[in-house]
C-alpha cells in the first residue's frame, strides 16, 4: 500500500514538473522560429527603395560630379511583400494570422527620422531626432554629427554637434530615447507594460551592456523593424501560467546611398 501511494505521490510530481517544461519548451521553440521568420520578412526594404536623383552632376569637361539621391520607402509596398513571405516562410494560415495580429508596431528609421505603422496599418507623421538647442529644435542624424536648426530669421543653419554642447554618445542616447519614448506608445497592453527596443550605443564599453544589447540595433542605417508582443498562457492542470513575450525583429541596409 505505501509502494502504491509512493508511486502515486512521484508520478504527480513527474506530471506537475514535466508537463510544464515540455509546454514551456515548445512554446520558446516557436517563439524561435516566428522570430527567425520575422528577420526574413524584414529583409524585403530592400526591393522596396526608390532612389530619386535630387542633385545631378554636370556633365562635360571630362567630369562629372557625385549624383545625390533622396531615398524613398514605398511603405505600402514593404508591407504588403513584408506580409507575403512572412506567410509563405510560415506555411501555417492560423500561426500567419496569431503572428500577424500580435505585431503591434512596424518601424521604418531613416538617418534623421522614422515612422510607425500601427496594428490598423497607419502609418504616422514622420517623428525627427531632435534636441532642444536653446529656443530651436536641433535635427540630429544617425549617420553624421553634423546637425541642423534654423536661426530667428528661419535660415538653416548646419554645425557639428561638438559645437552645440553634444557629443557622439549623447546624440546617440537622444536618438534611442526618443524612438523608445514613441514605441511605447504603441506596445503598452493592459498592464501597462511596454517594451524598450535594446539599441546599441558603440560608445559604451561595458561588457553586460554589450551582451545585453548587441542583437539589435537600428543606428548603423536603414532600418525596417516589428515588435511583436504576445501574452503566453500555458495552462496546466486548470492553472494559469502567465507571461508577456516580446519580439523584436528587422533588418538593417548599413550602405544604401
Known sequence: MGRTIFFIFLTIIIAFVMVPNMLLVNNYNEKVMVKNNLNLASRVLISSIDKRPIKMGELGQGYEKEVSYDIHIHRDRLLNQFYDILYKNLLDKLLYEETKKNIKAKIIVYNDRFYICDTLE????????????????????????????????????????????????????????????????????????????????????????????????????????????????????????????????????????
Open 122 to 257: 497607419r502609418w504616422s507623421a514622420p517623428y525627427y531626432f531632435i534636441h532642444k538647442y536653446g529656443n530651436s529644435p536641433l535635427y540630429l542624424n544617425t549617420k553624421t554629427n553634423i546637425a541642423y536648426y534654423y536661426d530667428d530669421t528661419g535660415i538653416k543653419i548646419y554645425d557639428d554637434i561638438y559645437g552645440l554642447g553634444l557629443n557622439s554618445e549623447k546624440k546617440k542616447e537622444i536618438i534611442i530615447t526618443k524612438l523608445n519614448n514613441e514605441i511605447a506608445k504603441y506596445t503598452s497592453n493592459e498592464f501597462k507594460e511596454s517594451i524598450g527596443i535594446k539599441i546599441y550605443n558603440p560608445h559604451k564599453a561595458d561588457g553586460k551592456y554589450k551582451a545585453e544589447n548587441s542583437y539589435f540595433n537600428v543606428l548603423d542605417g536603414l532600418t525596417f523593424f516589428v515588435v511583436y508582443v504576445e501574452r503566453d498562457i500555458v495552462n496546466v492542470f486548470d492553472n494559469e501560467i502567465k507571461g508577456l513575450n516580446y519580439q523584436v525583429a528587422g533588418y538593417t541596409l548599413e550602405d544604401y546611398r
